[in-house]
């Protein structure tokens, strides 16, 4: 059961303010829960006709991006879900999810019943997954300090990558322009690049290694002509890498005082994500307090490094960490909102087990602003758990 209630969302924009600075209120809450338990990520659909949120109660719901109609929900994973993600316009229907279950399962979203499932052995934990390869019928899986492999078609495992990491593999992304290549990080602190064409193995298609120095949380590709690598680690460092050659355009050691000093709200106390604009080319870090307010940081990795002011603040939604932050942009083309969204900006999911809808400061809608009254009171257990650990 879903609920709502209003209530009013008081503006305080911070000052000074950079000229270009947005600012987003609420639209609309969901409290997915009335336990101790919480939001962890939000995928959408290629058409954005629905959009799947990951629980701690290792469940996966579905609402509607625009209205936040429930749809229904996905149950059947013992352990804690890792990563959701759809599989794309080949199927368009379908939504997968890893678990420290150890298994990676497809669900059917119009019946949201379990379709299909890979096991990747006893004991094992499956934190992160990605589909490609040469002709696009693999999944990878970063699982302790290995990298299997799948036919998707027939669910056959074709290859295990042992050798490379030595700690939990946190992430894996087959590159989107080069589906053969594929990057991994890992708590060890290293982001390794494989050639996936062949018979693939450690010893002839290792192509380069990135070393952090510190346990990696996640990475994102982006860029055009000459792409570029961001990683976030578990101690809140930025880095920017040209994944092609391992070279390091420039590392924030010092990322979460950096952007603090960049607005005048409270310390940032956490990273949550990267967000690029290929319109515009260029890169946001999304920093959160533990209040739950968040801001959008450009960052400039060349020339002069730096990270500046906040672009775009969503403050007044949640009341504790934010897991995970969903732009309501398919062209990942800025802030600005279309008619096609309605104005929307985007979805965030936290630790208060709320789904907050934003919309923009100068939309008609925001004086209809509502939220939920119901707030989850977290447990001494629950707050205990560190923020950082992936699985």
Known sequence: ??????????????????????????????????????????????????????????????????????????????????????????????????????????????????????????????????????????????????????????????????????????????????????????????????????????????ESVINMGTSIAKVGIFGGSSPKLWCLTHIETLGIWDWKDGRNEVTFSDARTLASESWNLDQIDYFVDCHYSREADKLWLIGGTNAGTLGYFPVNYRGVAAIGPAEAILEGGHTDVVRSVLPMSRNHSGFAPSSSNQGVFGWTGGEDGRLCCWFSDDSPQINQSWISSSLVMKSDKTRKKNRHQPY
Request: aromatic share 10%; charged share 15%.
């Open 1 to 206: 059961m879903e609920t709502s209630a209003s209530m009013d969302v008081e503006e305080q924009p911070p000052s000074p303010t950079p000229n270009n600075l947005k600012r987003f209120g609420i639209k609309n809450s969901i409290q997915t829960n009335f336990g101790d338990d919480y939001v962890f990520q939000i995928v959408p659909k290629d058409d954005w006709s629905s959009m799947a949120v990951s629980l701690s109660t290792n469940t996966v719901k579905l609402y509607s991006p625009l209205a936040g109609q429930y749809f229904g929900e996905c149950n059947g994973h013992s352990a804690t879900i890792n990563q959701i993600l759809f599989s794309g316009a080949s199927d368009p229907n379908v939504l997968s999810s890893c678990s420290s279950d150890g298994t990676i399962r497809a669900w059917d979203t119009r019946t949201f019943q379990q379709v299909s499932s890979i096991n990747a052995g006893l004991s094992q934990q499956v934190f992160s997954f990605s589909y490609g390869g040469p002709g696009g019928n693999l999944i990878a899986a970063g699982c302790k300090s290995q990298i299997l492999f799948w036919d998707w078609r027939n669910k056959k495992q074709i290859a295990c990558l042992e050798e490379s990491h030595v700690d939990d593999v946190t992430q894996v992304h087959f590159v989107p322009d080069e589906q053969s290549k594929l990057i991994s990080a890992s708590a060890d602190g290293l982001i390794c690049t494989f050639d996936t064409s062949g018979n693939i193995n450690d010893d002839d298609h290792l």
